[in-house]
Nanobody, 109 residues
Framework: QLVESGGGLVQPGGSRRLSCVASGKDISRIGMAWYRQAPGNQREWIATMSIDGTTYYDDSVKGRFIFSRDAAKNMIYLQMNRLKPGDTAVYYC?????WGQGTQVTVSS
């Protein structure tokens, strides 16, 4: 089971950190990903962390978002910086076919 948290309203240029706890999975032994879905759009991939900790980012977030994990807490994080209104979406963590319920991030003044 995956459960995201940390969403909310953020001003443009601000930061927010999302969290995802993975129950029943050892995140140090699996790759995980973050996706997002904006209103009217399809869900899109934004970042992946492989088993060895290598991270990959979509160009839309590269240099602004940071994917990290805490194996002791079995949690992954998405640090989002320099947020833009276009980052407004529901954010999901993912492992293969498992999805969380999502957490809403709204970037607006």
């Amino acid at each position: 089971q995956l459960v995201e948290s940390g969403g909310g309203l953020v001003q443009p240029g601000g930061s927010r950190r999302l969290s995802c706890v993975a129950s029943g999975k050892d995140i140090s032994r699996i790759g995980m990903a973050w996706y997002r879905q904006a209103p009217g759009n399809q869900r899109e991939w934004i970042a992946t962390m492989s088993i060895d900790g290598t991270t990959y980012y979509d160009d839309s977030v590269k240099g602004r978002f940071i994917f990290s994990r805490d194996a002791a807490k079995n949690m992954i994080y998405l640090q989002m910086n320099r947020l833009k209104p276009g980052d407004t979406a529901v954010y999901y963590c993912n492992h293969k076919t498992a999805w969380g319920q999502g957490t809403q991030v709204t970037v607006s003044s």
